[in-house]
């Protein structure tokens, strides 16, 4: 029969487990390294201290500004719902607006969410430089909200005449949230905007996925039909 081997235990060979005044010794050793390197231990002590405190700080103050920010964005939020979206945007003296929310809380839930409603208020007023510059300032975890911002700047790069940035955004909403209800809506404006940039194959292959695709999307597929046809396409 094989013996077995026995696993090596560093401390034992060292002689340290066995023997009180080898593991006294290192003890000591242990003490008086501190004792030699105080202002190194406690910088390092004071240091992780900050780092610790200062996150659990921050995280404090940001909590506090979501909280003012979400009680801004009430009145805010009623006059967006009520169509007065100049007080939406700007504020009516007394609440602040959209644009000031977005500026003075860029780092809240709160400041995120009112780059949306500017930027969707700036798409409506036709000021479309505007539009872009707060819907690319806002983010969101929620994919079906997310493929409707990217629509957005597709929808406002188109009016300012730059199709194939349009086209882009159109493509990226239409597969970040795969669905029969928004894709191929999606696909049909980035073919069109493709179409008008010049890029015939391109617009053949979104029609093509539409009609792939989608075919329980009535009226997306069959205008994909018709215009994928006259492109020389065939199915």
Do not use: C
């Not at 009680?71 to 007065?84: C, L």
């Not at 009516?92 to 003075?104: M, R, T, Y």
């Not at 930027?119 to 975890?141: C, H, K, N, R, V």
């Amino acid at each position: 029969m094989a013996s077995k081997r026995k696993k090596n235990n560093p401390a034992k060979e060292a002689g340290i487990l066995e023997n009180p005044e080898a593991l006294a010794e290192k003890l000591s050793k242990t003490e008086q390294f501190i004792e030699d390197n105080k202002i190194l231990v406690s910088s390092i002590f004071i240091g992780v201290l900050i780092v610790v405190g200062g996150f659990f700080g921050y995280r404090y103050y940001i909590n506090t500004l979501n909280e003012e920010a979400q009680s801004e964005m009430f009145q805010a939020i009623f006059y967006y719902e009520n169509d007065s979206l100049a007080q939406a945007l700007r504020g009516d003296g007394n609440n602040l607006g959209f644009v000031d929310i977005a500026e003075d809380y860029s780092n809240t839930k709160a400041g995120n969410m009112a780059n949306f409603y500017a930027g969707t208020i700036f798409l409506a007023q036709g000021e479309y430089d505007l539009a872009i510059m707060y819907l690319e300032d806002f983010s969101s975890s929620d994919i079906l909200v997310q493929s409707r911002v990217l629509a957005n700047l597709g929808d406002a790069y188109t009016e300012k005449g730059e199709f194939e940035k349009a086209a882009d955004f159109y493509l990226n909403a239409a597969h970040t949230n795969e669905n029969k209800e928004f894709s191929p809506v999606y696909l049909l404006k980035a073919a069109v905007s493709q179409e008008e940039a010049g890029n015939t194959e391109g617009a053949k292959e979104s029609y093509k996925e539409i009609i792939d695709q989608y075919w329980e999307a009535t009226e997306a597929y069959q205008k994909a039909r018709i215009h994928y046809a006259r492109l020389g396409g065939v199915e």
